[in-house]
């Protein structure tokens, strides 16, 4: 039975092309106070654009109507639970909102003189130390913007320092439970990939790793827990092995939403490592980003992070760009500050205490595959960190795959888990619930997965025709590729 | 603690349930030496009213309250106030990447409208979702261009914004790439035609031209782009201020438009959150990083909007992908939407030639150090840059950049911005002091 | 056919007070700075309770779901079209509500010394003078918080000025289309209600008022437009009327956005109005409220104005508390001037431009009128103003009433127009589109009401068990009249 | 113009459809003296970004960045940032008053839990969904009580906020009502008992006292209420600091409480807008004014919730209606609502505590005029009220209320506040400003 939506007229609403009207404005500005200037004459008749053909013209009215509109069309972590495992989709706080938005931060422009930038300097040192201390690391650059562009810069990183020793080598070791941003890096900073496969655990298993790490190894890049929401046990003897070949350990922290306040990285033996401040930090996810990339490293790569770097002068914050072995900058300025300014605000809030919301995302993820596992096979016969992933190879028995049981939650209010990943699991539904949903939800969130499988004994073809509440019915992904239409033409 | 939607009593019925007695339980498996059992030297949690205190503190200690003619790739416009009312909604705010199209149908919708404005500003037939900000989507739009000719060496004007030069560096360095800079005339302030002429080759995959440059001049795209297209290479257009597109013709030549989108609504703070995009010719997009929406249909018949042509990107190709980026600026894109839709056709206009007309008041007041035309930046010759500074801020005033942090060669050069919020009281000021 | 909205699902949610668990907290406070107090031994026991019984126990991230969920059940003006004739619900600027929360204003305490509130004090001079010149009249206080509260404060003003002469009297004349708060007024003023009737063109009849006229009466209370958005076409005389036998003509003044900028009621001798700033001015109606109910007078009135006035000396602002002819206060501090500053924002944003939006609320009703007048009976046989009200007439005939049809128009994505009022309407639909619709909105809404006069025709039950499509079909009203549950028990 | 969401092209078509040539044509039917026809004497309009600066500036103008001590029925307590995310949401914003149910179940469903809260806050059967402030909900709170009693006098304890009984005196001085004072005791600072004794009689319908009362002292209401019961009238319990409740017993013996939410989230704006609100017993809900949601089902049997008792109400019984409020200031009301959520029960007693132990620190280092116990607010004897808040104004401090103004009796007594809000530095500044 499906307890958690029922239905409700929503806005239809078309697209800003076809609202537009000649000659409807939805601004004002001053006057202006000096005088005007002939474009053509200043720019050049040549350089002068007549109009910018198609571009939208409303009122403020229409504006907001539109986008109110629309924003009912989206699913939300303020509406409900997004169980996307890997994703790491919690509770976002508004304080962070607003303090993000106090207007010494946020109209700081980058360049301003450092004797006025020593409150958002001070706010980058700050978070800094914060990570570096829950991560055990010793040094931590901000600049990335996001989880990807953490790797590419860990991975510069490593290369940098085995340059540094002669030899910036050729491969990257990556476990086939990867994220796809794993190996996209690798080639990015010009290594190739080699890949390893996990063992019946999910876990990577030291011994063929060991086989497989010589002198052309630069890295092995781990997620930890893995993408099966696996911690992988053996990594201190994992990074034994590459230590001894001279290579380093590089640690995906997408998933450190199961680590803080409990483990910590740098204890035992990874050399570099970013978090995704938009998933263990709260930061909001906006539909898509921004996020923030941090990269977290040990003493002996600290030399080669991207410059500038702060430093503190007597008194002050300073920005020191003498960097002679830096890798260079890997972003203008100084990182997605806003979102460094959110991440700081959720650790605050937290503080010490950020431990027992680590228990608390375990907890859920616990509980939930003990409601579960009854009736769905679990991936890996391990123990479960703050994600559970399930395969559909029950269900897939019956023709109901992962997709559409994926698609079927949507019908009971919620938001699918994630589809498909890890590759290594056959239909994978992984499940990460975060430590910021109720039991109330879990609880409802279980019995839309049980009732699921239920119907899928009962009367599949429902869950393959799903979702059949939306406004929007199954959208054909299959024509959007194959002739791509990709802006609006009159 | 009040993210934490649990009381002890239903922490205790769950862990009944699990079979734990105590949430250390739940990781008893990890080795010793793997767990951190003491307590993490960060102070104790705060209240909300303090964490508002401390960055309140922090935010009084940065600048406020003063004018500013900083401009160098952030801009200081106007955020009209549906900007924030609209991405503060949870809806928007709160919501995952859109892959689940039938439940994300309003990011979709207005990504695509957002792919369509850059189109129609660019003049070009496709825009993705947006980069991280422009200094990463150049290099981006570089290693396109690279995959497209096969080639493996760019041409990048000295006048593109330095720090985009310096990413541009970070990001070809281990690709095998050789990128070479292209010298501006020193009396123009425009790319040195003559001399590129000289470097382009037929082993040269893109030339990178910044429009308005760096100094705020007005490049002349068509002989660069006829030049780069003679050798079988890419012409990419870069820009950092997108408010100029109101005004100034997007170069018809160009094969790959790469820029940032900050001065669409989106504020300083102190270099980022920003969005970058990359825009390109029909042709290229395969070669094209990032995510893109397209329209299709849903199984009523309903047009309908969706993720598409993944295949470029990293979760289905992984080391073949046209790039690793995953995470977008979503939310900072959608700001720019807004603020495309609240100015609209005629307001983009009008706000460019106020832009114009501002930096012409004030760079007809300052001797200026190149002769091209400028959109809203301008290079100022002064005696002595760092005088002029201090007794602006004495002013509350925010002088300009001076140039020489990036090119010793413009020694006593200062790049000033003037927008729509730049005040005649205070233009006059900057002109007194250098003046004095 | 329904073109404007379609069904989606919409999230259940349980009531705080079921959704409550001993022990979750969604607070932190500061740690206390001084010792702390036993309220017992502070208060005394007895005077120090227990705990507050029943009262919720949620976390933030339970509490912004929660109402985030329940907001998704309300339509909005942010949504679409409020048809509600007399009610102007109109575009609320987003900019209104951002200069509202300016630190200075918002946190402003009415008993902060004069020298550190001269901004506060400006902007109400401000105000005051901007409806002063937009309503013709003389002076204008801004101490009512809505437009009952204002109709009281005029009646009131009245009252005082004909005590001053010697005789308050006994009766106010209030025509039969009057909105309800007109006749309670008159009683809270101490007056006996005279009702009058209308003529069939939905006007006053000043030979039928002549008649009522006489030395007991103390004023006339007149909307104008009146409540059939008609425009008393001989107001000039009646109050010429009521001026010649000593009495007085005060305005309702909710219609007002038929006029500003187009016709002045000061200049057609009308002595006393109130405006509600939440109507015309588009301050947001929030549900239910706040408003304001400024009252403007003719200068015979001004001396008899609540107390304190404000008053120039010299460079600044003073209240001025000595104003002995007052009425006295009628509500504490100075009004409710969070929302005279949104007022205010309104009123600079349009400027003299006011004229326009008038225009364009007149233009918005008449063409409206004109799509629907061919399947619906027109009220009454006169030119409409910035509303205009149908009958059901026609489809009564048919069984189906106003209060079915307006049900009917959720199901096409409308809110409902104004049911059964004005009273003299049989089954009235009173639809005032204001300014701030676009040509495509009401397209749609005249599209619905001619679908639906066809449904009636073809297939009434529809109509009549409407709404179909929201998530909470047709309310009991009754039974919640006859056995009323006022709070929640466990 | 930006809010008018209409091309000249479509004014055209529409005046076309009406048959009118010119908008003029559409109220050309107004005899020629009401016609406005000159030009309002206002300014042109302005632009979102002037409006912005001249509301700025207005707020500059007052008072920034000073603490306070002034309470007096305005309360400085933080507002958490969750009440401005709820209340900006376009749904609750812009929706009207909640007539049709089934698309309002969001505000009605708010409007409930607020009535349950509020009932719970103060120990009575039913609350309204809200009045327009406190002063307005103690005048009618009385009139109540007069048509409950079918009596024409009310007994006001002078201690009662003092614009509060200037309302109560606007409201009733044309009712034939006789409104009669009841003084406070000199040395408790509660009202005077004895005297009180001396006033109530058989024609009394209330006895209105307020607490804690304007002195901030906790009034003993139990023989309040026996007396009041003994005579046949009703105990009204008026009330300014809603946070109070969160540790005072609610006198169980009232039969109507009236009272002003400021204090839960509702920032002090000037004065307004507020929230004042009406509970009483059950038996009196009939004479209760303004509106009120009730529990009832809908046609699928889900719960659902409607306004009720509309019988008492203007729009139905026009002059018999117990009141004329229409407009109430709801959203104000779901602030309060939300404040309450969010603090819930452990948070509202902490915040009670904590303005507790901060008033009862300064009141501790101060002489104070009263001996009554007290909340948050206690009056303090000076030497001069006026030298003592200059000198706090230099050292930005907002000290009193100087009491004088308001009773010539208590020349040189201060009234002072303390919040959770204040901080022991300051605290300590007023302390040393009184001592000097
Ligand atoms: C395991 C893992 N690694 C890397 C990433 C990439 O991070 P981002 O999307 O921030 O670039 C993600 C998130 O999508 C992830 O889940
Ligand atoms: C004609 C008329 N008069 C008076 C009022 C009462 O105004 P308010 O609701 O602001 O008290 C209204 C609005 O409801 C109205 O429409």
């Known amino acids: 039975m499906i307890k958690k939506v029922r239905q409700h007229p929503n806005q239809n609403e078309q697209l800003l092309f076809e609202i537009s009207s000649p000659g409807k404005t939805g601004y004002q500005l001053p006057e202006l106070d000096v005088p005007p200037v002939d474009p053509s004459q200043a720019l050049g008749a040549a350089h002068t654009r007549a109009e910018i053909e198609g571009f939208p013209e409303v009122s403020e009215v229409d504006a907001i109507r539109h986008f109110t509109r629309l924003s009912t069309w989206n699913y939300s972590i303020d509406l409900g639970m997004y169980p996307l495992g890997s994703c790491t989709m919690k509770y976002n706080p508004r304080i962070n909102e607003q303090v993000a938005r106090v207007e010494g931060l946020a109209w700081a422009h980058p360049y301003q003189p450092e004797s006025l930038a020593q409150g958002a300097m001070e706010i980058i040192a700050e978070l800094e130390g914060a990570l570096a201390e829950i991560t055990g690391m010793d040094a931590v650059t901000l600049q990335p913007a996001a989880g990807a562009h953490g790797e590419l810069t860990g991975i510069l990183l490593i290369r ?74 053996r990594i201190t003897e994992v990074a034994h092995i590459l230590h001894a070949k001279g290579a380093m350990v590089y640690m995906d922290g997408a998933n450190m939403n199961a680590l803080a306040g409990i483990s910590r990285p740098g204890d035992y033996g990874i050399d570099v490592m970013h978090l995704n401040l938009h998933k263990t930090f709260s930061t909001p996810h906006g539909g898509g980003g921004p996020g923030s990339g941090a990269v977290a490293v040990r003493r002996h790569l600290e030399p080669f992070l991207p410059a500038p770097r702060l430093r503190r002068a007597g008194d002050t914050w300073t920005w020191d760009y003498h960097r002679p072995q830096s890798i260079g900058r890997v972003r203008a300025f100084y990182g997605n500050f806003g979102v460094l300014v959110r991440a700081l605000a959720f650790i605050m809030a937290h503080g010490k205490g950020i431990k027992l919301a680590t228990q608390d995302a375990l907890l859920n993820a616990n509980y939930l595959r003990k409601l579960i596992e009854p009736h769905y096979d679990i991936a890996a016969q391990a123990p479960s960190m703050h994600e559970c992933v399930f395969s559909d190879r029950r269900q897939a028995a019956r023709g109901v795959h992962t997709g559409s049981i994926a698609k079927r939650l949507i019908d009971y209010g919620f938001h699918p888990y994630t589809v498909s990943f890890p590759l290594i699991v056959e239909g994978a539904m992984m499940i990460e619930p975060t430590e910021t949903e109720s039991k109330r939800e879990l609880d409802l969130f279980a019995d839309a997965l049980i009732s699921i499988a239920k119907e899928i004994e009962e009367n599949p073809q429902i869950v393959l025709d799903a979702p059949h509440s939306t406004r929007t019915s199954r959208v054909d992904e299959v024509t959007a590729a194959r002739k791509p239409v990709l802006r609006w033409q009159p | 603690m009040r993210y934490l939607p649990k009381s002890d009593l239903e922490r205790r019925q769950m862990l009944d349930l699990i079979g734990a ?416």
């Open chain 1, 160 to 233: 940098a320092a085995l340059e540094a020793q002669g030899n910036p080598r050729q491969k990257v070791i990556v476990p086939d439970s990867a994220h796809g941003t794993n190996p996209a890096t690798v080639r990015m900073a010009g290594y190739e990939t080699v890949n390893v496969a996990s063992n019946e655990h999910g876990m990577l298993d030291p011994e063929a790793l060991a086989k497989a790490v010589d002198e052309s190894v630069a890295a092995l890049m781990v997620t930890n827990p893995n993408t099966l929401g696996v911690f992988e046990e």
């Open chain 2, 21 to 436: 007695s105590r949430l250390e339980d739940l990781y008893a498996h990890l080795p010793e030496n793997i767990r951190f059992n003491g307590d993490l030297n960060v102070p104790p949690g705060k209240s909300e009213y303090e964490i508002a205190d401390y960055f309140g503190a922090r935010g009084g200690e940065n600048a406020n309250g003063f004018a500013s003619f900083l401009g160098a790739g952030v801009y200081h416009h106007y955020r009209p106030v549906l900007v924030d009312a609209v991405v503060s909604r949870g809806e928007f705010l709160t919501s995952y990447t859109p892959y689940q199209a039938e439940i994300s149908q309003g990011t979709l919708t207005s990504i695509f409208e957002f792919q369509t404005m850059l189109c129609q500003l660019t003049g070009m037939e496709v825009a993705n979702a947006s980069m991280y900000d422009g200094s990463t989507a150049v290099p981006e739009a570089a290693m396109m261009a690279m995959r497209v000719t096969g080639r493996k060496r760019v041409i990048v004007a000295r006048s593109v914004h330095p720090e985009y030069r310096e990413v541009l560096a970070t990001y070809t360095r281990h690709q095998n790439v050789e990128v070479v800079e292209a010298g501006f005339d020193n009396e123009s302030g425009a790319i040195d035609l003559r001399a590129l002429e000289r470097i382009v080759d037929k082993n040269t995959a893109a030339v990178i031209v910044q429009s308005p440059n760096f100094f705020g001049g007005v490049e002349d795209i068509q002989p660069l782009a006829a030049l780069a297209h003679a050798n079988g290479a890419l012409l990419v257009h870069a820009f950092t201020e997108a408010v100029s597109l109101g005004v100034l013709e997007p170069p018809p030549d160009a094969d790959i438009v790469a820029g940032e989108l900050q001065s669409f609504a989106i504020s300083p703070s102190y270099g980022g959150p920003f969005a970058g995009v990359i825009a390109c010719k029909e042709k290229y997009v395969r070669q094209l990083p990032g995510r893109l929406v397209g329209q299709t249909k849903d199984a009523s018949g309903n047009r309908a909007f969706c993720l598409t042509l993944a295949t470029r990107e990293q979760h289905i190709r992984r080391e073949k992908a046209t790039s690793n980026i995953c995470t977008n600026q979503a939310l900072i894109a959608l700001m720019a939407t807004v603020f495309m839709t609240v100015y609209g056709k005629r307001g983009l206009r009008e706000l460019a030639e106020q832009n114009l007309a501002k930096a012409h008041y004030l760079g007809g007041e300052l001797k200026r150090r190149f002769t091209g035309p400028y959109f809203n930046e301008f290079v100022a010759q002064a005696s002595a840059c760092d005088t002029i500074n201090e007794a602006l801020l004495r002013r509350k005033i925010i002088g300009g950049l001076p140039l020489a942090r990036f090119y010793p060669e413009l020694d006593g050069a200062m790049l000033l911005c003037c927008t729509e919020m730049s005040r005649r009281g205070h233009m006059d000021a900057v002109a007194e002091e250098f003046g004095a």
